[in-house]
């Protein structure tokens, strides 16, 4: 009983640091990445369910949803001030750039793999 009350204060604490210390455009991408973990769960467990006839578009959305977490987690370390002296060059509007013209790339080969 201890365990579970000290696991809720860990949360209720982790909670509510993160919501006086995280900036909004962090949180923002926060619930993208949750987003995205969502529909892959979801693309993989119809994938499970139903079968993987079209096996090229379960491939293509799940590779999607994958590059798609990675590009956003990169914006997210970039976009983070507390990484400020590690990406001195890039400005946030710059990483913004290059996550969208990534995503551009991505989506094209996502398209392309359909067949």
């Known amino acids: 009983m201890a365990s579970i009350q000290s696991i809720s204060d860990v949360l209720g604490r982790f ?3 993160y919501t006086t210390k995280t900036p909004q455009r962090l949180m923002l991408i926060d619930c993208y990445l949750g987003y995205i973990v ?3 769960v ?3 467990l119809y994938c499970c369910l139903v079968g993987t006839f079209p096996f090229n578009s379960f491939l293509s959305g799940f590779i999607s949803c994958i590059g798609s977490f990675v590009l956003a987690v990169c914006l997210r370390v ?3 001030p507390a990484n400020r002296e590690q990406f001195k060059g890039i400005s946030s509007q710059r990483a913004f750039g290059d996550f969208i013209f ?4 991505l989506h094209l080969v ?3 793999f359909l067949g």
């Open 102 to 105: 990534a995503h551009c790339i």
């Open 78 to 80: 970039q976009s983070n």
């Open 110 to 112: 996502a398209m392309n």
């Open 38 to 40: 969502l529909t892959g």
């Open 42 to 44: 979801i693309q993989f």
């Open 15 to 17: 909670w509510s640091e």
